[in-house]
């Protein structure tokens, strides 16, 4: 089993929709959890960064952790053409500095 | 501008050939990492460094060496033993507390080609 799993799509969706992206991971050691922004043939982007189980907001972005089932979500409201690019999970287990990456979700969204 | 640089954005290699890519930081960061970035596939660790002249293998260390002679810059060394190097390279940087995990902060990337 994989350390992280995450669904790499690709997602389709229309503008304005709700996208929800989602990692799975089986180290019960990580604590620390991002979500990166990637567009095509660029350095990834920092969006959300969370170590609490609960939600975190950011405007159109919310990040949802639940430790209990080792599963983390990036919710996108009111999604714009602008958002389609590949969303990278990311976690570690503490301050070792080793951030452990899901392969990514390839998302569209359509005008 | 504080930021990541990496250079060249492309790069050439010839069979039997050793390359070194670039990174260089202005934002004071202990740390510094390169990653590889292959299609459909995540980002995986080939070296970090966390202070001036020490340096530790990542997952995939394999064919690769790294120097860090200067804390802003921290070069990847790509040799002849990597057998398939074609890939999305990814330079990073993230300041060091020890308490906690910071945040890594990356560059434009450097995309290299196996001629």
């Known amino acids: 089993q994989k350390e992280v799993e995450q669904d790499p799509g690709p997602l389709s969706v229309p503008e304005g929709a709700i996208v929800s992206l989602n990692c799975t991971y089986s180290?019960?050691?990580?604590?620390?959890f991002m979500w990166y922004r990637q567009y095509s043939r660029k350095g990834p982007e920092l969006l959300m960064y969370t170590y609490s189980s609960g939600n975190k907001e950011d405007g159109r972005f919310t990040a949802q952790v639940d430790k209990s089932s080792k599963y983390i979500s990036l919710f996108i409201r009111d999604s714009q053409p602008s958002d389609s690019a590949t969303y990278l999970c990311?976690?570690?287990?503490?301050?070792?500095?080793?951030?452990?990456f899901g392969k990514g979700t390839l998302l569209t969204v359509n005008p | 501008d504080g930021g990541i640089t990496q250079s060249p954005k492309y790069l050439f290699r010839k069979e039997g050939q050793n390359v070194t890519l670039s990174c260089e930081q202005n934002?004071?960061?202990?740390?510094m990492y390169w990653y590889r970035q292959d299609p459909g596939q995540g980002l995986r660790l080939i070296y970090y460094?966390?202070?001036?002249?020490?340096?530790q293998k990542g997952d995939i260390a394999e064919g690769y060496s790294v120097s860090r002679e200067k804390k802003e810059s921290f070069p990847l060394t790509v040799t002849s033993a990597q057998k398939n190097p074609t890939a999305f390279y990814l330079c990073a940087s993230s300041i060091i507390t020890g308490a906690i995990q910071e945040t890594q902060y990356f560059g434009p990337g450097t995309r290299l080609l196996v001629l």
């Open positions: 990311a976690m570690s287990g503490g301050s070792n500095y080793k951030l452990t």
């Open positions: 934002l004071n960061h202990d740390a």
């Open positions: 180290n019960s050691a990580f604590q620390y």
């Open positions: 460094s966390q202070i001036v002249n020490d340096f």
